[in-house]
């Protein structure tokens, strides 16, 4: 499990997600202890995504890249909004007077430590506990983000084999128009699937865009497999 911490840089507040992780000697590492440092860009970016028709838009404020930490494997949501809980205590006045727990539907509860002289009822408290609830739920819908454009992709993906299927069906010799026309329309839908994976790598930190290029691209592949045109 790891902890959140803010750091200062040029007088601007940067977020991280600071976990131990042995450095394993198989992979060239010491065998011993470290601090692994991730960052989670901006704490109240806006997330949106229009999902057509008769459908709610996507809408949440979150940590930039938590999506992609989550998605990843990085780290677990539950531990993630468990130690966003205790940062945010920790601006409270009076926090270090404070424990909390979470209940199933990820709501924050109070409680004063024993012999802390401190009023749970009073409207600081309920201020920050509302607070805390809203960014809880907007970083857990938040991290539903890169899923959704990866299921965008992956329909993307779906269309392309049906342009291709029906390119199949037609004879190149005496339907040579319709032919042309569906594989232009297959790779229109190709495009559209590259472009929705360059979106979100916007989502993923830098040193690790490659890396996120090759996993999100073969799990959409293993989604969806391509058909192939016979040449």
Excluded at 116 to 122: A, G, T, V, Y
């Amino acid at each position: 499990m790891g902890y959140i911490r803010e750091k200062k840089i040029n007088g601007e507040s940067k977020y991280y997600w600071i976990a131990s992780k042995r450095d394993g000697k198989k992979s060239g590492g010491t065998g011993k202890v470290i601090k692994v440092e991730r960052y989670l860009g901006d704490r109240h970016y806006h997330f949106y995504k229009y999902l057509g028709d008769g459908e709610p838009s996507f809408s949440a404020d979150g940590f930039f890249y938590l999506s992609w930490y989550v998605w990843n494997n990085d780290f677990k949501l539950d531990d993630f909004i468990d130690k966003l809980v205790a940062f945010n205590i920790k601006c409270m006045i009076d926090g270090d007077k404070l424990n909390y727990t979470l209940i199933k539907q990820n709501k924050v509860i109070f409680i004063k430590k024993k012999d802390s002289r401190i009023d749970l009822r009073e409207s600081y408290y309920r201020y920050w506990k509302n607070k805390i609830n809203k960014e809880i739920e907007d970083n857990k819908k938040s991290v539903q983000f890169i899923s959704l454009l990866i299921d965008e992709i992956i329909e993307c993906l779906g269309w392309f084999n049906y342009w291709i299927k029906t390119a199949k069906k037609k004879n190149k010799k005496i339907e040579i128009d319709d032919y042309i026309d569906c594989e232009n329309r297959a790779n229109e839908w190709f495009n559209y699937a590259n472009k929705n994976l360059e979106k979100i790598l916007k989502y993923v930190p830098r040193t690790q865009r490659e890396e996120a290029k090759k996993k999100i691209w073969g799990y959409c592949l293993r989604e969806c497999r391509l058909e192939k045109l016979d040449l």
